[in-house]
């Protein structure tokens, strides 16, 4: 988790909201290969990439298209089915053993209320 808190503090998050926002993430850890989001299923979470390398694709006839990959310090969501509630039109895979830290939908919303520097980060 410190390494969650250390990446809020170096976007300008004090120690205090830093710690505050980094709780409401819980860690999971991934193996190679693992599914963290599946085509047609709603993604519920936003996750916080604390290690690994995970790719996002599609299917096209029958091929796997990678359309975008990130690894650690960064976010990972399938972010249109995420915020609108609708089914991914893409998955994301694990490329190594990963370790994201999860937040819910309701989580993030409750952290924009309470910490009004989250709201316009979370915006971006």
């Known amino acids: 988790m410190q390494q969650l808190v250390s990446y809020f503090q170096s976007q300008g998050f004090n120690a205090s909201d830093s710690s505050k926002m980094a709780a409401r993430f819980q860690r999971e850890v991934f193996k190679k290969g693992d599914l963290l989001s599946e085509e047609g299923k709603v ?50 895979r694990a490329v190594t053993d990963t370790i994201v830290w999860w937040i819910s939908k309701k989580d993030l919303q409750e952290l924009q209320k309470e910490i009004a520097a989250f709201s316009a980060f979370a915006a971006r």
Do not use: M
């Not at 359309?67 to 915020?83: P, R």
């Open 43 to 92: 993604c519920r979470h936003l996750g916080f990439i604390e290690s690994g390398f995970v790719h996002y694709f599609i299917l096209l006839d029958g091929e796997e298209k990678t359309t975008y990959a990130t690894n650690s310090n960064n976010f990972v969501t399938s972010l249109v089915s995420f915020l609108k509630e609708t089914p991914a039109r893409e998955s994301i």
